[in-house]
């Protein structure tokens, strides 16, 4: 399609399991972006991609959360040994350069049993 | 520090225009963005507004700017039930690469 894609939409998993979140921006977008929306913090920045490098990492809330890009296209966010208080929903945004809007896609819903 | 604030939640009545208001603090913001958040969906970006500007208006949306206050506001005139949504103030700032620093988010109610 023409948005940013996520997958999964959904995601249920156990405390201490390893997860995956996928994003596929806008073709031909070089700006990728990561936040998560959880109840009680809002909307947080997590990480900016310029290509395949991440000038900004400075909103990964611990070492357990790494990101990466390929290819200057899709890109994965890894979350290590989850805890509880990972649960939230984790939105992708693109943009066609640094300063332009951001698009968003529908974000991975992240559940932590 | 960055700081956006907005009011939680407002009711209108089907037909009235709404007015949303967002406050922050850092006056090094760029740009300035409205996103809508309908349940189980993304943000979908409705209209933004560079920091030199004061107004923007786009069919049924106006941003009105107010740098001096750090003042800015959404106002959506012939409010309709699928305006019914969270509406997130975003600005961006001066050597931040971009990312976003969103308000706290603002419920809107549209009754019939």
């Known amino acids: 399609g023409a948005g940013v894609s996520q997958s999964p939409s959904n995601k249920v998993t156990e405390k201490g399991k390893d997860v995956e979140l996928r994003c596929d921006p806008i073709?031909?977008?070089?700006?990728l972006y990561w936040y998560r929306q959880s109840l009680g913090q809002g909307l947080e920045f997590l990480i900016y991609?310029?290509?395949?490098?991440?000038?900004?990492k400075s909103g990964l809330p611990s070492d357990r959360f790494s990101a990466e890009r390929t290819g200057g296209s899709v890109s994965t966010l890894t979350i290590q040994r989850t805890q509880q208080e990972d649960s939230a929903v984790y939105l992708c945004?693109?943009?066609?350069?640094?300063?332009?809007?951001?698009?968003f896609g529908d974000g991975t819903r992240l559940s932590i049993l | 520090g960055e700081d956006v604030e907005q009011s939680l939640f407002l009711s209108v009545r089907e037909g009235d225009s709404s007015v949303i208001n967002c406050t922050y603090t850092?006056?090094?913001?760029?740009?300035l963005y409205w996103y809508k958040q309908e349940p189980g969906a993304g943000l979908q970006l409705l209209t933004y507004?560079?920091?030199?500007?004061d107004m923007k208006q786009d069919q049924r949306l106006t941003v009105l700017l107010n740098k001096k206050d750090k003042h800015l506001s959404l106002r959506i005139a012939d409010t309709q039930t699928g305006d019914s949504a969270i509406y997130f103030c975003?600005?961006?700032?001066?050597?931040?690469?971009?990312?976003?620093?969103f308000g706290t988010g603002t419920r809107l109610q549209v009754t019939l």
């Open positions: 073709s031909g977008h070089t700006a």
């Open positions: 991609f310029q290509g395949n490098s991440a000038p900004d």
């Open positions: 850092d006056s090094s913001s760029t740009y």
């Open positions: 975003a600005e961006t700032f001066t050597g931040t690469a971009s990312k976003l620093t």
């Open positions: 945004a693109s943009s066609l350069l640094g300063v332009q809007p951001q698009h």
């Open positions: 507004i560079f920091s030199n500007m």
